[in-house]
């Protein structure tokens, strides 16, 4: 199965989305990946602590990570990043009307949503993809994006200045289960 694509930047609570506890699935590990350039090098920035929770009758989502648990290949930045205690959060909705919890051949969507980090607040957009499993127990899906990020509009303020504005997050392996254990 091809691994699918990502999301980054990414949301806070969305307290006023109203998901009833049955068509809600969840995921805790997802692994999300940042690609950009720093300094004319290929800088790579990578997370497993993503957690999305999906309402599959209303499509909404959201996307939360420690913005401290990104590692990247270059060590400055990671030395900036592990004190960084904010989230980066997504509060979005996929263009489908519902997700099939039957089996399904590969469903791909437009993501649309509010990312959100620290006080920025900046509307992104971004594609992906859903896999029904077959045989999975409780697992139900697994769900893949990509979103391409500008570190200008979204008013991120960093202290390199070799760092390139252009970004692609993407988001693989996350595979959304009922169950919260």
């Known amino acids: 199965m091809k ?12 307290s006023s989305m109203a998901f009833t506890q049955d068509d809600i699935y969840f995921t805790w590990n997802a692994k999300l990946q940042l690609n950009g350039g720093f300094e ?11 957690s999305i929770k999906l309402d599959y009758e209303t499509t909404e989502m959201i996307i939360r990570f420690p913005l401290s648990s990104l ?8 030395q900036v990043l592990k004190n960084k205690l ?8 996929l263009s ?22 620290g006080n920025s607040k900046t509307k992104i957009e971004g594609k992906g993809e859903i ?3 077959s045989d ?6 697994m769900l893949g994006m990509i979103v ?3 570190l200008k509009e979204l008013k991120v303020n960093h202290p390199w200045a070799g760092l390139e504005n252009e970004f692609e997050a993407i988001i693989t392996q996350a595979i959304l289960k009922k169950n919260k254990q």
């Open 3 to 14: 691994k699918i694509l990502t999301i980054l930047a990414i949301i806070s609570c969305a």
């Open 40 to 50: 004319g090098e290929a800088i790579h920035l990578e997370t497993q602590d993503v």
């Open 71 to 78: 590692k990247s290949n270059i060590d400055t930045v990671n």
């Open 86 to 93: 904010s989230d980066v959060v997504f509060d979005g909705e």
């Open 96 to 117: 489908l009307d519902y997700i099939n919890t039957e089996s399904h051949p590969p469903q791909s969507f437009t993501v649309a949503g509010w990312l959100i980090l």
């Open 131 to 133: 896999h029904h499993i």
């Open 136 to 141: 999975a127990g409780e697992f139900a899906c």
């Open 148 to 150: 391409h990020l500008n």
